[in-house]
């Protein structure tokens, strides 16, 4: 099956930047948000990570503006092509949610399509109760989408030989690493990633080093290019949450438990770079 229309559906940071890799690589784009002022700034988002990357010379103005040209702001799921020949979902991690969308797009866009989510934790199996299991797998990329190379492509239990073939063959056209993975929870990034993240909080509550320290221990030990607090800020200490309660009840393990500073920082609403306060200070 070739791919040509794409719908991405949610505009955050994921999803713009999702709909940025398909409309520079030429695929036709409907980016998917609940109202015209959330695509806008999608697309106003978009737009300026293109500019960045012309005044860096990694593309030209030729192909920022083409790139755009390939985008059509969407509002509402009901708006939604049904020629589309990929649906990937990209809003936040809500399982239900989630369900919601591809209940309601089921009944909207062509049968032979394939549905993908960027579900960072949460199981491609139980996503895919649609009545297309076979055409259904998980794409998640990593952040900030237009950078990074690796996408982890999930198979659910029935995801089909063909579905797995054609996503990994398109990850590839988008000029990403495929890395085939079987659904289990936090699949592999976030299985790894988490319980480390989780472990540095740990640490920081009990008092054995100040956060400063924690991360410099992690680049200058071990070689990594950002510090697990830096990190859990820039990613979002509420998606670390979502995250670590998906490992917790997923595997029934104590070793996943969500440590109680981090619980509490986002009830306290203090979620890092996009709240302007996690771990560390940031001027919005």
Known sequence: MEIKNVAVVGGGTMGNGIAHVFALNNFNVNLVEVSEELVDKSVNTITKNLDRQVKKEIITEDQKQAALNNISKTVGLDKVSADVDLLVEAIYEDKDAKLTIFNKLNSIIKKESIFATNTSSISITE?????????????????????????????????????????????EKLGKV????????????????????NEAIFALMEGVAS???????????????????????FIGLDVCLAIMEVLYHGYNDSKYRPCPLLKKMVAAKKLGRKTGEGFFKYEK
Do not use: C, W
């Open 127 to 171: 996503l895919s109760t649609s009545n297309r299991p076979g055409k259904f797998i998980g794409m998640h990329f990593m952040n900030p989408v237009p950078m990074m190379k690796l996408v982890e492509i999930i198979r659910g239990y029935s995801t089909s030989d063909e579905t797995f073939q054609t996503i990994k063959s398109l990850a």
């Open 211 to 233: 956060a400063d320290d924690i991360d410099t221990v992690m680049k200058l030990g071990m070689n990594h290019p950002m510090g697990p607090l830096t990190l859990a800020d």
């Open 178 to 197: 495929p890395v085939e993975v079987f659904d289990y929870p936090g699949f592999i990034s976030n299985r790894v990633l988490m319980p480390m993240i």
